[in-house]
């Protein structure tokens, strides 16, 4: 059998992460949800999804082909109900598509053309970007006993204050003189992940592997912090991709960030409204400002965007690919992509220059800036043009 995720209409809901990915690849829990799949399957899958995006994220085809709505999470229920597809049959939920068996592998779904089984059990679906933020206590937890089920933890040092007992550290994290509760969510620590001494943590909270967290670091309400980031400071409820740095102290609660995202020093974001109204965002889909029916949502920043010091966010803003912001006051709320400014103004990020910023943070981490990874950024930068005042 072949597996295939496919990003469906939900891709324009998760702009601006899915300019630069599929929305399979999106981390949320500890797991990007492709890597869920595949622990759930025990096959590797492959990806539907935009032209652009195929040279890095292949689409595999065979003659047997099982396709699957990239915004359901998976669980052992789903997952063994798409087992009993044979071929032409599809499994609903309400009016979406869960997922479809089909032998020939061309146009978009055809519903008409498909048995229709319904599917009533509960499942977990990232369709809005702040449902990364908002359900990532509940994919932490699943994630959590996906990865830690039959196994042993490494030990943890004597020197730290341990409170319950779903901590998991992975061979070569270190932890110590810190304090660690897990009565409030489990804490997993990734493979040569450190946490620094005289960090407060409470659970759940994912440290993905070789990634850092700092002195001193407070962290609550439930957090990913993707392979190779660097968190201090204070950070509630927040969501890092992979290779993404607030190092330093300042405020992220009730936020995401892309992958290769830096906060300078004492950036603080607003979670909360002050006259504590539901939070909106910008809509990339409608080009307004959606209602979220949350009271807390902070930062919404994509890929390879970056932020001077004491930089100040208000609360619901979403900054797209490759913007790099500084200077006093709150920026707009909605900072199109390759935008270089502040609160006093924008101009464009050209290419070049933001290429050369994304080549140097990258080679930081020993990761090269591919043709590949260029071509992405290129053709997001065509695709974002109407957003800037170029």
């Known amino acids: 059998m072949n597996y295939i995720l496919a990003d469906g209409d939900t891709r324009n809901s998760l702009l601006p992460f899915t300019f630069t990915r599929p929305v399979a690849e999106i981390r949320v829990g500890i797991l990007t949800i ?47 109900k798409i087992g009993t597809l044979k071929t032409k049959q599809a499994l609903v939920f309400g009016d979406d598509i869960i997922a479809y068996r089909t032998d020939k592998l061309g146009e978009r779904f055809a519903a008409e053309a498909y048995d229709s089984i319904a599917y009533e059990d509960e499942c977990m679906t990232i369709k809005n970007t702040w449902d990364i933020f908002s359900k990532n206590d509940e ?12 196994r042993k933890s490494q030990p943890i040092s004597d020197t730290n204050t341990v409170i319950g007992d779903a901590i998991f550290l992975e061979e070569g994290a270190q932890v110590e003189a810190s304090i660690l509760n897990t009565t409030t969510g489990p804490i997993y620590i990734g493979r040569n992940a450190l ?7 409470r659970g759940g909270l994912a440290l993905c592997d070789n990634s850092v967290l700092k002195m001193g670091a407070k962290i609550y309400g439930a957090s990913t912090f993707g392979p190779y980031s660097k968190v201090g400071g204070e950070v509630n409820n927040a969501v890092l991709f ?26 603080n974001t607003s979670n909360m409204k002050n006259n504590y109204a539901k939070v909106r965002l910008w809509d990339y889909k ?38 790099n912001i500084f200077g006093s006051g709150f920026p707009r ?46 053709h997001v930068f065509e695709l974002t043009k109407r957003w800037r005042k170029d």
């Open 242 to 267: 992979a290779y993404s740095n607030k190092g330093h102290e300042g405020f992220l609660g009730n936020s995401v960030l892309g992958e290769w995202c830096n906060l300078g020093a004492d950036t």
């Open 333 to 378: 709320n909605f900072v199109p992509s390759y935008s270089w400014g502040g609160a006093s103004g924008f101009t464009t990020y050209r290419t070049p220059k933001a290429f050369e910023t994304a080549k140097a943070m990258m080679h930081r981490k020993g990761v090269e800036f591919d043709t590949t990874e260029q071509s992405i950024l290129e």
């Open 34 to 80: 492709a890597e869920k799949w595949e622990k759930h399957l025990g096959v590797e899958i492959s990806y539907w999804t935009e032209d652009y995006l195929a040279q890095r994220f292949p689409l595999v085809t065979a003659a047997d082909n099982v396709v699957i709505n990239a915004a359901y999470l998976p669980n052992s229920t789903l997952k063994a």
């Open 195 to 201: 946490i620094m001494e005289g960090c407060i943590i």
């Open 286 to 323: 409608t080009e307004g400002f959606a209602h979220t029916g949350l009271q807390f949502c902070g930062l919404m920043m994509g890929d390879h965007s970056k932020v001077g010091i004491n930089t100040m966010f208000n609360t619901g803003t979403v900054v797209g690919v490759s913007a």
């Open 139 to 150: 994919a932490l937890r699943a994630d959590f006993d996906l990865l830690t089920q039959g």
